[in-house]
């Protein structure tokens, strides 16, 4: 069998066990039904992947990748970053409700394979990256690493108690009202211009420049500093 040939069955077996994993969860995804569901025989399957486990795993990751794509897609897609913000928020939640099981494999599985710890990490990364535009405009409240853990929390927190509830009966306004409380809580939503004037603003665009500009600090004055400003970011008013 050739590669091309090896790659297509692949495929066509992680699409079948996603379908049977969205469809009716992971009970259903068994060696048997995902290889007939992919007009293949379980041999070729257990070779592919393993056990159950193995394709679980791989099924999650192939589900994962194609958020990423999609995530990545919507990374400065506009000159507005917090409307690429919302439009991220609200794709997380889409992708939460559309595959629902999967969702649970990675975000509600504190033992995760390597390869979907990995890929869930870098989807953290890409909303940090979206987070550090807001910064650069010296509209955060704290950190972009306090800031991209609490919008992080709060997604997922909101999808994994909404999963709980039957679909016909969410509130369909919930969620624009739970990312809009999330951006509250990280930025200053109003008179962005004064906010740039305050000693956070100021903190946090700084620090987001010292990743890119070429700095006259040694590698240890560099880290020293940007201790400080991480700690100026996220100092609490009292």
């Not at 048997?32 to 992947?49: E, K, S």
């Not at 559309?98 to 909303?127: D, H, K, W």
């Not at 509130?171 to 999330?182: G, H, P, Q, V």
């Amino acid at each position: 069998m050739s590669v091309d040939t090896q790659t297509l069955v692949s495929d066509r077996l992680l699409e079948a066990a996603a379908e049977l994993l969205r469809e009716g969860g992971v009970e259903a995804v068994s060696t048997r039904a995902v290889a007939a569901a992919a007009g293949t025989q379980p041999p070729i399957l257990y070779r592919r992947f393993g056990d159950k486990d193995g394709l679980l795993e791989a099924v999650t990751l192939h589900v994962l990748e194609g958020y990423i794509a999609k995530k990545r897609r919507l990374l400065r897609q506009s000159e507005d970053s917090v409307a690429d913000l919302r439009r991220l928020w609200d794709l997380f939640v889409s992708f939460g409700f559309a595959q629902p099981e999967c969702f649970a494999l990675i975000y509600g599985n504190v033992r995760r394979g390597e390869a979907i710890s990995a890929a869930a990490e870098t989807t953290v990364t890409m909303l940090a990256s979206a987070i550090g535009r807001i910064a650069d405009d010296g509209r955060l409240r704290m950190s972009v690493e306090r800031a991209t853990a609490l919008f992080q929390s709060c997604g997922v927190g909101f999808v994994i108690t909404q999963l709980m509830v039957p679909a016909a009966k969410r509130d369909r306004e919930l969620s624009e009202i739970a990312r809009e409380n999330a951006l509250a809580s990280i930025m200053v939503t109003s008179g962005a211009a004064k906010a740039r004037n305050t000693l956070t603003g100021r903190a946090t665009a700084l620090r987001q420049a010292l990743g890119d500009d070429d700095v006259p600090l040694t590698l240890a004055e560099r880290e020293l500093m940007i201790e400080w400003l991480d700690r100026i970011a996220d100092k609490r008013r009292r």
